[in-house]
């Protein structure tokens, strides 16, 4: 792990081979649009030798705009319950278990929280009124499919999620469905305002060994960046954490390094202040 026993990160690792960033509050601006900048430094940081990977709670299909300026070879989403190529062929795809759905429907639900379903390679709603879809929309660029119920797509759930603008029910619903689920699925939140069920056993943390196994990268030779709680356990296994200037305190005191947010390039200052100078090309 990269926090040590008192709590604190433990040193940041000299040399980096492979950098995996989170998406949205990172990788994107307000507008979840990529900064020029950001691009530059990435291309950057591929010229140096090191390869550059992305990680979301966002669906796979909702990173297509990523995939070509980043030149991304490979990428996940549903915080790492799926993993796929530049041409969102599957490395690996897991699923929320039936049970684990059903539970965490009818919690989040009865507390008030609209729910979706990502399925199928499918966005599937049943209130298409509720205010945070116009948000997805903007964020995944596809739009939702309205059913009157979930049905056997709960079955092939890559991700479900409770949206609410009362922040302290979902983070009530966070704390009580980790353990009401057990090993039939991860409740996070990617947001806010978004509480995310995704395949039991990966998380973020998951996605960077994934990453660095596919690209024969030790653990220690990834630098991770980002910005939420659900990041954390990337910053558990790489071996350079950074946080994001709009990151929480909670995520920052876990970090080795804090850039500028999101709206400042914040990704590309990282790359150029703590990423580039660990590379082989500059040893």
């Not at 307000?30 to 990977?53: I, M, N, S, Y």
């Not at 804090?258 to 090309?281: C, K, M, Q, Y």
Request: net charge negative; charged share 20%.
């Amino acid at each position: 792990m990269s926090v040590s026993g008192n709590g604190v990160p433990r040193a940041a690792s000299q040399r980096i081979s492979l950098m995996v960033s989170d998406v949205d509050g990172t990788l994107v601006n307000h507008d979840k649009q990529l900064a020029p900048a950001t691009v530059e430094a990435v291309r950057r940081l591929r010229e140096a030798g090191v390869p550059f990977a992305a990680v979301s709670s966002r669906p796979p299909r909702g990173m297509k705009l990523l995939v070509e300026p980043l030149a991304l070879e490979l990428f996940g989403g549903f915080n790492g319950g799926s993993i796929v190529r530049a041409d969102f062929s599957p490395v690996e795809q897991h699923y929320v278990t039936l049970d684990a759905a059903q539970t965490g429907i009818e919690v989040m639900k009865a507390r008030g929280a609209y729910i979706w379903v990502f399925a199928d390679n499918e966005w599937y709603i049943t209130d298409p009124d509720n205010s945070y879809v116009a948000r997805e929309i903007r964020t995944v660029q596809f739009q939702p499919t309205v059913v009157s119920e979930f049905g056997d797509h709960l079955g092939r759930a890559g991700k479900i999620v409770g949206s609410s603008s009362d922040f302290e029910m979902l983070a009530a619903c966070e704390a009580e469905l980790q353990g009401l689920l057990g090993e039939g699925a991860s409740a996070r939140r990617s947001q806010n305002y978004y509480l995310d069920l995704t395949p039991p056993g990966t998380d973020k943390g998951y996605a960077v060994r994934a990453f660095a196994k596919h690209f024969g990268v030790p653990l220690d030779e990834v630098a991770v960046i980002g910005d939420m709680v659900n990041d954390l356990p990337m910053f558990e296994v790489g071996g350079l954490s950074i946080a994001m200037g709009n990151a929480s305190d909670a995520v920052k005191s876990q970090a080795n390094f804090v850039t500028s947010n999101n709206d400042e390039d914040g990704v590309a200052r990282a790359i150029e202040e703590f990423v580039l100078p660990r590379t082989a090309a500059a040893a």
